[in-house]
Nanobody
Framework: QVQLVESGGGVVQAGDSLTLSCIAS??????MAWFRQSPGKEREFVLG??????????GTSVNTKGRFSLSKDGSRNTLSLRMSALGSEDSATYYC????????????????????WGQGTQVTVAS
């Protein structure tokens, strides 16, 4: 497994912005992504990125258009999730996920498409 360490969570006000970061222990990845989970709900895909090509891929569960974006720092094996215009519906524990290099390329938006997970970082949006 790849070791993943998230940071950047906290309590913010509605309408604020927040950036989460995830550092991976190695660069040999197919993809990295962010998921989130609220109490009583299933873990849902937020955004992901093909690691080598840096092509983002999107899901349909979370409204990220114009609000969330990804950035990669390859020198630090870091994927950051930039979130803006946060609302109470964005309150959740956010998890970083990664899939190690595999053949064929493994890519998807469900938890089963990732073999490594971080511990999660809590984001609370106060209204």
């Amino acid at each position: 497994q790849v070791q993943l360490v998230e940071s950047g969570g906290g309590v913010v006000q509605a309408g604020d912005s927040l950036t989460l970061s995830c550092i991976a222990s190695e660069p040999a990845l197919d993809s990295m992504a962010w998921f989130r989970q609220s109490p009583g709900k299933e873990r849902e895909f937020v955004l992901g990125m093909l690691w080598k090509s840096e092509i983002p891929f999107y899901g349909t569960s979370v409204n990220t258009k114009g609000r969330f974006s990804l950035s990669k720092d390859g020198s630090r094996n870091t994927l950051s999730l930039r979130m803006s215009a946060l609302g109470s519906e964005d309150s959740a524990t956010y998890y970083c996920a990664a899939q190690r290099e595999s053949t064929p390329l493994k890519i998807g938006t469900t938890p089963s498409h990732f073999d490594s997970w971080g511990q999660g970082t809590q984001v609370t949006v106060a209204s």
